[in-house]
């Protein structure tokens, strides 16, 4: 009777104590915005990578806890073999991380940093994916943005900012000869409008180029063997 009710004892300690001991890493990065840091805890870690899912806190610089984003299918490999503890918080510095899994910047153009979260391998030959949240300034909040998400979770991993002409810029593939380029106009108040469209078809010596861009709100084709 006696090993039974230590026995019980044992496994509802372990099941209490099984997410801290099995699956809480934690990570902090603090040099990847300028108004926010972000501290992540993620379920499970091997030397090369965390995956899983995992929880990001965004802390103001001042240390401030603002806002907690999940991630159901985090990724985040490493450069260089990291250990990671269930114990202590690893800063997270330039160089460690290959393919950031949390980015900040300013995606809609607004004036206010926004931020990507990654989620999973879901982008064009299973490259990266991500949400997209955007800063909601009358909600003072980042709230998730479903255009941002679709053309950073459809193509080949994050999209490219060009904050002076306020286009997306992102890339997909097919096959080894096929790649595209696609140019997104960010419209305020109203969303994403496509703009760009290249084509390059590498089949072939000299290689076919299609490009169809909107000028004027109306659609130019252009072709060369130019790549």
């Known amino acids: 009777m006696t090993n039974t009710f230590l026995f019980c ?4 300690a ?3 104590l099984g997410p801290l001991c099995f699956g809480q890493y934690r990570f902090a990065i603090e040099d990847a915005s300028k108004k926010y840091n972000a501290e992540i805890t993620v379920e499970e870690c091997q030397a090369d ?3 899983n899912k995992a929880d990001i806190i965004l802390f103001s610089k001042s240390g401030g806890k603002l806002q907690t984003l999940a991630s159901g ?5 490493f450069d260089k073999e990291v250990k990671a503890s269930n114990t202590n918080i690893i800063t997270l510095t330039h160089g460690m ?7 900040f910047g300013d995606f809609n153009f607004d004036g206010t940093e926004d931020v990507a979260i990654r989620n999973g391998s879901g982008g064009n030959y299973g490259s990266a994916s991500f949400d997209v949240y955007v800063f909601n ?3 003072k909040q980042f709230v998730l943005s479903k255009e941002l998400t679709e053309i950073a979770s459809s193509y080949q991993g994050m999209f490219e900012v060009d904050p002076k002409r306020k286009r997306l810029t992102t890339y997909a593939r097919s096959g080894a000869s096929l790649h595209y380029t696609y140019k997104y106009q960010v419209i305020p108040n109203k969303g994403l409008d496509l703009v760009y469209e290249k084509i390059g078809d590498l089949s072939e010596e000299p290689p076919k180029v299609t490009i169809r861009e909107k000028i004027n709100n109306k659609w130019v084709i252009k072709k060369s063997s130019q790549y």
């Open 137 to 139: 300034s009358t909600k």
């Open 49 to 51: 990578a965390c995956r």
């Open 14 to 16: 372990l099941l209490l």
């Open 9 to 12: 004892r044992s496994l509802y």
């Open 97 to 103: 991380v290959h393919d950031d899994p949390v980015v």
């Open 73 to 77: 299918d985090f990724v985040m490999y």
